[in-house]
């Protein structure tokens, strides 16, 4: 069996093989493997072999250059480039009915169906950012209505070369506007005290589905929060708890988490969920973005739920924006970035519903 390779790595020297054939074209150019994928995250596996992964990369040209050599230059590639790089094939299979592509035979004879792809800089923005054009002014509804993992998947990854200013959009893709990320915590804290009272109740109740329920609603919200709190964007679920990991000043909170989920009856789980929460407290209060929050829980009403408030939380979070766009949307319901709005991977994906999405803000 072929030993594994990150997708980077095979991206880099599938660029090595690709770079004298610009060169003799002498075309300008930008090189890089961003976009969806675990291979863009550092997260490719073994297991990430099965679909859609394998030696392949982005070549950006000038809409003229990419006018007048792409089709010529995708089928000499066909022809020049070798069958394999490190062990593995540079061959794709042909589509499948779910609209993926499996790694293609090894064996196979004649030109090379390669996973080169050759674009122009505005056709990749558009696949991944849709109507939302970074290389100009942006509003914070720009920000907020492009989902983490889209703006995750444009900025990291790798560029190997670049004439055509890829990596200036990533540089102002980097991370929000400072206001925007208030909102976008308040937004989360908000989310956090509509729910924290919401799984103690359910238990009291009897119901400890519910519960339990309630209680992972919650504790995913708290993953979005940490990732926020880190200026970090966050990844798609399923990446969640791996890119989580990797920060390491995390770990009290993923050790509460972890508690709070394996909490085999409702008053263990709302004492669990407080240690959380309040891990969450002692982050913000180390951000120093507002006066200092009471680091521990209290009655919620005066009934035996242990809560930290979110909602009073995000108010001092608010009081602290200064812009006036921003100012607006703190005015209204927090309902926070498309993320917080919902799970959809539909949605999330869908970047020609990006204008309808505005609405929201």
């Known amino acids: 069996m072929t030993a594994f390779v990150p997708g980077l790595e095979l991206a880099r020297t599938l660029y090595d093989e690709v770079r004298p054939v610009l060169a003799e074209r002498g075309l300008a150019h930008t ?76 064996a196979g004879t004649g030109p090379v169906e390669h996973r080169v792809q050759i674009l122009t800089l505005d056709v990749l923005l558009g696949r991944l950012l849709g109507p939302v054009d970074p290389r100009g002014p942006m509003t914070a509804a720009d920000w907020l209505v492009v989902p983490q993992q889209r703006l995750l998947s444009l ?11 890829l990596a200036a959009v990533r540089e102002r893709l980097r991370y929000y ?34 519960s339990r329920l309630v209680t992972a609603r919650v504790c995913r919200t708290a993953v979005q929060l940490a990732f926020l709190q880190e200026r970090r964007y966050a990844p798609y679920d399923k990446w969640l708890g791996t890119a989580l990991a990797r920060l390491g000043s995390t770990a ?10 394996a909490a ?13 929460l309040v891990e969450l407290v002692r982050r ?53 970035g498309i993320d917080l709005v919902t799970a959809s991977t539909d949605l999330a994906g869908d970047v020609d519903r990006t204008e309808a999405l505005r609405r929201l803000y």
């Open 31 to 106: 090189a890089a493997l961003v976009g969806p994928g675990s291979d863009v995250l550092g997260l490719d596996d073994a297991t990430s072999t099965d679909h859609d992964w394998g030696p392949r990369l982005q070549v950006l040209l000038s809409p003229a250059d990419h006018e007048a050599h792409a089709a010529d230059l995708h089928d000499e590639l066909r022809h020049r480039l070798p069958t394999e790089l490190s062990g593995w094939t540079t061959r794709a299979a042909a589509l499948a009915p779910d609209g993926t592509r499996g790694l293609g035979d090894a």
């Open 177 to 210: 506007p400072h206001d925007v990320w208030l909102y976008q915590q308040a937004a989360a804290w908000t989310a956090i005290g509509q729910d924290e009272h919401l799984a103690p109740r359910a238990g009291t109740a009897g119901d400890d589905l519910g």
């Open 264 to 276: 085999p009856e409702w008053a263990e789980r709302q004492r669990r969920l407080g240690d959380a």
């Open 284 to 336: 913000h209060n180390a951000l120093a973005l507002t006066s200092p929050v009471p680091e521990s829980t209290a009655a919620f009403h005066g009934r035996p739920f242990e809560v930290i408030d979110g909602a009073a939380i995000a108010r001092r979070l608010t009081e602290t924006v200064t812009d006036p766009e921003v100012r607006g949307l703190v005015e209204r319901p927090l309902v926070g």
């Open 252 to 261: 009290p909170l993923r050790s509460a988490l972890a508690a709070t989920l």
């Open 155 to 165: 900025t990291a990854g790798a560029v190997f070369h670049d004439d055509l200013g």
